[in-house]
Nanobody, 122 residues
Framework: QVQLVESGGGLVQAGGSLRLSCAAS??????MGWFRQAPGKEREFVGV????????YYSDSVKGRFTISRDNAKNTVYLQMNSLKPEDTAVYYC?????????????????WGQGTQVTVSA
């Protein structure tokens, strides 16, 4: 059974940091990505990392503040979020791709976690 389980969300003040984790089980994946969805908004791409970790892409809104990494031995991907802003408040989802690709659109992902809430207070 394939599962992606996020953890690490919570409440933080603006300017603070959080690190999200996504533990995958059931199979190995190629690229793994992070998306987020704020209330009343569509799900948006945050970033993605290739299987080797050698390729990463980020949305312009988080570039320079967020960093994705992965530990393939633990089948886990991380999202380090620094300099958080109130507009980063959202439910954050990790997602995984079976085939060899490093996509930024949600429709290209095969598996999704249940999400973890991140709230940034002003």
């Amino acid at each position: 059974q394939v599962q992606l389980v996020e953890s690490g969300g919570g409440l933080v003040q603006a300017g603070g940091s959080l690190r999200l984790s996504c533990a995958a089980s059931g199979r190995t994946f190629n690229a793994m990505g992070w998306f987020r969805q704020a209330p009343g908004k569509e799900r948006e791409f945050v970033g993605v990392i290739s299987r080797s970790g050698g390729i990463t892409y980020y949305s312009d809104s988080v570039k320079g503040r967020f960093t994705i990494s992965r530990d393939n031995a633990k089948n886990t991907v991380y999202l380090q979020m620094n300099s958080l802003k109130p507009e980063d408040t959202a439910v954050y989802y990790c997602a995984a791709v079976r085939r060899y690709a490093v996509p930024s659109t949600s429709s290209e992902y095969d598996y999704w976690g249940q999400g973890t809430q991140v709230t940034v207070s002003a």
